[in-house]
């Protein structure tokens, strides 16, 4: 599992440093098929519903569905490539490669025993606060949805190391399809973000017209 | 079977609306299920606490019981003010199917909420609820609408994304105590281990911070202030008085897990939290000029009244309870009231409104009574509850706590009657024509206010007891 979780922490950091917006939604469909595959050598029953809903969960929502459903609307956009997931500056590369450390320190806390369960709390604990400076440092829309499903990914990534709760399927068949109908709303803002031009009488006491 | 009937209820009509024939009769299809919803869940409320059942998902307890009387009455109100507002606004009409469906979507989540005994259903049907909501927020033409849409649902995808990490960590702290994992709220409660490790601290803190979130607390409440008073008035209401207590019924449950065992856990926290929050609110209040703004910041205001009042737990629960039910009323006849404002003025600059009573005489008195409430003035439940909420701050010996309460109350009170007061008695500046306004469209207002009169007055024995529970639930030892 280890080779896994230091790619996947790869795949967290390099899309920080490369600035473009095509890295970005590499990163999170690379994330996706990592995730995958720490599924597929976690699960101690592969064969049931559960396992292979968490192998499509992984494997083609989160790998595929996701990314593309944004970088449809980029590309039709003919969005140039460059994008700065979190300023291009030393300080916010010191404080990305700060919270790394800071998350290995904090899963020590954790999880006592070293070894693949605290690589992967340090790496899901990586995730969730690389995710936040994405948000804490952008406005805009896209890079806001990048940190958010950074965060998604390392959530899920931290459930996945914990002991199977033996849920009905029902429940991560609901979870799977809250998260796509997210996506689905994300890409819903992303296409409508672009004629978002915030007039003065729209944010103060302007004249409106009949609402419920 | 009744409470499960207000979640399958709303979902099948919903479902039903895609038939063409339906979506005609939208407008009165929403009105009848709130009704229904309405009736069923006083049945609900004065039925016995049932054990859980549905292999154990879902659980009608006081707090379900008590919460479901309060929501479904409020989205009754709301689908009545709809209902109003298309009879005399026919353009309206057109985008009624859509909202009826995604509004008894929202319905049937927040009842859930009410009754899952599951932490995975009571996280699914809160994201549902913020799912249907935000679509809701966009008025067509309105580019602000679009963006206040895009940060609710940014903040609340964070939010609910912190408290599911949070629930995660529970469970592996139920796991690092060598006890099988569960999300079954019944089972946690017996689960001694809970929080006694760093997994459980850690769960608790992002859960308290995720659903503060959803509750507007600071530090991440930028999101309710700009959803309040971009969403259409109705949709405000909704998101003010029925998804607020839902997200703060979650909270409950979950303090609820660590209260027996460890009763001043996160009190300094949630005294933090609810302080700056009424920090944040009080100096909102005073720059403002917007009127639904001004009630956003109240909510936040209002939401750090419950934090604090949480934090304290004990002799604070009771008047805690009082004050959340009665501000889910007074929210709702303020957001009500301001689109009714909002819809003959054609504006929400407070500057821009004077003589209310004279120009809409319904309007200016519920937005009087509503602000008086709002104020924590006698005799509405607001007002004892927050007695009750300052007494346990001073029994409990948080002196500071209770200054700072009392100055930011003041300075509250002063701001939002320098803004409002001009507003309802000031002479009108323009001379307007109105349509008359009905009584009907007064009613569900009229309702609000009576059942806010009533906890400040007289709390019937059988809401008595229903409030007594759910107190003893919060409070702990």
């Known amino acids: ?212 | 079977m009744s409470s499960l009937a207000l979640v399958l209820g709303p979902a099948m009509v919903s479902l039903g609306l895609g038939i063409r024939g339906v979506r005609a009769r939208a407008t009165l299809i929403l009105v009848g299920t709130a009704l229904v919803a309405s009736v069923l869940a006083y049945v609900s409320a004065l039925s016995p606490t049932t054990a859980p059942f549905l292999a154990g998902y879902v659980r009608v307890d006081a707090t379900s019981r008590l919460f479901l009387a309060v929501i479904n009455p409020i989205f009754f109100g709301i689908s009545v003010y709809v209902w109003n507002r298309v009879a005399t606004t026919p353009v309206l009409a057109a985008g009624m199917p859509g909202f009826v469906a995604l509004a008894l979507t929202f319905l049937a989540a927040s009842n859930a909420v009410l009754i899952a005994n599951h932490l995975f259903i009571l996280w699914l049907a809160l994201e549902t609820t913020t799912l249907a909501a935000a679509p809701l927020i966009v008025r067509p033409g309105v580019p602000a609408s679009q963006l206040a849409s895009w940060r609710y649902l940014l903040f609340s995808s964070i939010a609910l994304g912190l408290v599911m990490l949070g629930i995660v960590c529970l469970a592996r702290s139920v796991e690092a105590g060598g006890s099988t994992p569960t999300f079954f709220l019944d089972q946690l409660e017996s689960v001694s281990v809970v929080c006694t490790n760093n997994w459980g601290k850690l769960g608790l803190a992002l859960i308290i911070l995720g659903l503060g979130t959803k509750l507007g607390l600071a530090p991440m409440y930028s999101w309710l202030p700009e959803a309040y008073d971009q969403a259409p008035p109705a949709v405000t209401a909704l998101l003010g008085a029925i998804q607020f207590n839902v997200a703060l019924v979650v909270l409950l449950r979950v303090v609820h897990l660590f209260r027996p065992a460890h009763p001043t856990l996160v009190t300094f926290e949630l005294l933090a939290m609810g302080l700056v929050s009424m920090v944040v609110s009080t100096v909102s209040i005073i720059a403002t000029r917007n009127m639904k703004r001004l009630i956003a910041y109240a909510s936040i205001n209002h939401a750090g009244v419950i934090a604090i009042g949480l934090g304290i737990g004990k002799t604070a629960s009771y008047g805690l309870l009082l004050y959340v039910v009665s501000n889910a009323f007074i929210k709702a006849i303020l957001f009500l009231t301001a689109g009714k404002i909002k819809a003959h003025y054609l504006t929400k600059d407070t500057r821009q409104i004077a003589g209310l009573l004279k120009d809409l005489p319904y309007s200016g008195l519920f937005l009087m009574v509503g602000t008086f409430a709002l104020l924590g003035l006698p005799p509405f439940g607001s007002f004892f509850g927050e007695l009750l909420v300052l007494s346990a701050l001073v029994g409990s010996g948080h002196l500071f706590v209770f200054a700072a309460f009392c100055v930011l109350i003041t300075m509250t009170f002063v701001a939002t009657g320098r803004t409002i007061f001009p507003m309802i008695w000031g002479e009108p500046r323009h001379s307007h024509t109105w349509p008359r306004q009905t009584f009907l469209s007064a009613l569900p207002k009229l309702f609000f206010l009576f059942a806010l009169v009533v906890l400040g007055i007289y709390i019937p024995p059988v809401v008595n007891r229903l409030v007594q529970q759910v107190a003893a639930s919060v409070e702990g030892p």
Do not use: C
């Open chain 1, 1 to 212: 599992m280890s080779p896994l979780l230091v790619a996947l922490l790869g795949v967290l950091l390099v899309p920080l440093f490369v600035a473009t917006w095509r890295t970005s939604l590499i990163g999170l469909g690379f994330q996706g098929v990592l995730m995958a595959l720490i599924a597929r050598q976690l699960e101690s029953t592969p064969h049931t519903v559960g396992g292979w809903l968490a192998l499509v969960e992984f494997g083609v929502v989160r790998a595929f569905v996701a990314p593309l459903a944004l970088y449809s609307v980029l590309r039709a956009r003919k969005t140039p490539g460059r994008n700065d997931v979190i300023p291009p500056n030393l300080l916010s590369w010191t404080l990305a490669l700060g919270m790394v450390l800071m998350s290995f320190s904090f899963a020590e806390l954790l999880v006592v025993d070293s070894g693949g369960q605290q690589t992967l709390v340090a790496v899901a604990a990586t995730g969730v606060l690389l995710g936040f400076l994405v948000l804490a440092t952008q406005s805009d829309p896209f890079s806001q949805m990048v940190g958010a499903l950074r965060i998604e990914n390392a959530i899920a990534l931290l459930e996945l190391g914990g002991k199977p709760h033996g849920g009905p399927v029902a429940i991560q068949f609901a979870l799977l399809v809250v998260f796509v109908t997210t996506i689905a709303f994300f890409r819903w803002h992303l296409v409508n973000a672009v004629s978002v031009r915030v007039t003065e009488a729209d944010q103060g006491g302007g004249v409106e017209g009949p609402t419920l």
